[in-house]
Every structure is written in C-alpha cells, then in structure tokens.
C-alpha cells in the first residue's frame, strides 16, 4: 500500500485495497442558442414529460429509468446499463436543485456514478437569456473528478462533449422546426 494515500474504498466504503487518486477540479462552459423564447428551454428542463424524452444516460432504453422532482430541494435520478461488445457498465445520477428561478436560472449539484463507483461530482448553472433570434442557453459546469479514466486526461472532453450531447438533445426537443429536414442529411 502506498503510504502517501489512503486505501480507495468502493461502494458502501468497501476498501478496494489501491491508493486513493488525488481528486482533479476544473470548469467549462457550453453555450446554445434557441429560436424559441427562454421560457420554451425552461420548459424543457421543468416539465417531466418533455425532459424525459432529451436527458438520459447512454444505454437501451429497455434499461433507462428516470425520476425528476423540479423543485429547490427537489433532484432528479436515472439509471441506465450501457453495454460495449461485452462489457456492461451501470450508470447512476443523482441531482438536487439549489436555485430555480423560472425562466432564468437553475442551479444543481449532482454526482454520477459508474458501476457503484462515484467518479465526478459537479455544481451546474444554466442561465437563460434573451437573443434577437430567441434565446441563449449558458451552461457552467465546475467538477471533481474523484476517479478517472485511465490517466483522465480525456474526463472533462468526454464531460463537455455528454453535455453538448444533452443541450443538443434539449434542442430537438423545444425547437423541433429548427431540426426539421435534418434527419438523413449527409
């Protein structure tokens, strides 16, 4: 064991018997403009129906299971089995809302967690404002990494292109005349 860091522990605090990796911190910031008014985008984060058809974990849809309670002190869980050839992985993600104001502003804090494991915990602020064309959505993300991938040289790329991936989802979804024809395009 190394005698600079304490034994990793695992799910329910188990020791898993290897150092503990020193936690990384960073932040980024991903920006998306809507032809719809903010109030639309903020729907699409407050109402469960229509936030439930863009924000999910990877995996099969067989697996995905999803609870949003869109209130301050309320959160959001999801769960999801993503397989790879012959590796499966459990996804875990748990949120709670710090600050809603409508229309405007939503701050949470949440963890994701990759087969029991926590990997990153992350404060978000979604600010929504007002465009010529519509909207702006301004996502900010400040994170600790508590266990990489590998030598997690690629964890915040991979974190910034899900998230991109989330918006992007959120974009179809509250402004589907924007995307319309786009499907089948080369």
Do not use: C
């Amino acid at each position: 064991m190394d005698a600079g860091h304490p034994p990793q522990t695992g799910p329910a605090g188990a020791t898993t018997g290897g150092p503990v990796p020193s936690a990384r911190h960073g932040s980024f910031s991903v920006g998306m403009d809507f032809t719809v008014k903010r109030a639309e985008v903020f729907r699409g984060f407050a109402d469960p129906s229509l936030r439930g058809r863009w924000f999910r974990l990877p995996g099969g849809s067989a697996t995905a299971e999803h609870e949003l309670d869109f209130r301050i002190g309320g959160g959001e869980n999801a769960r999801n089995v993503f397989v790879s050839g012959d590796t499966e992985e459990h996804l875990a993600y748990r949120s709670r809302f710090l600050d809603i104001v409508p229309d405007t502003r939503i701050v949470l804090v949440y963890e994701a967690e990759v087969d029991g494991s926590r990997r990153w915990i992350s404060l978000v602020t979604v600010e929504l404002s007002d465009e010529a064309a519509g909207s702006r959505l301004t996502w900010t993300e400040q994170y600790t990494w508590l266990v990489p991938t590998g030598d997690g040289t690629q964890d915040e790329a991979h974190l910034r292109g899900g998230t991109r991936l989330l918006l992007n989802g959120l974009s179809t979804v509250v402004n589907p005349d924007r995307h319309a024809g786009l499907t089948g395009r080369r």
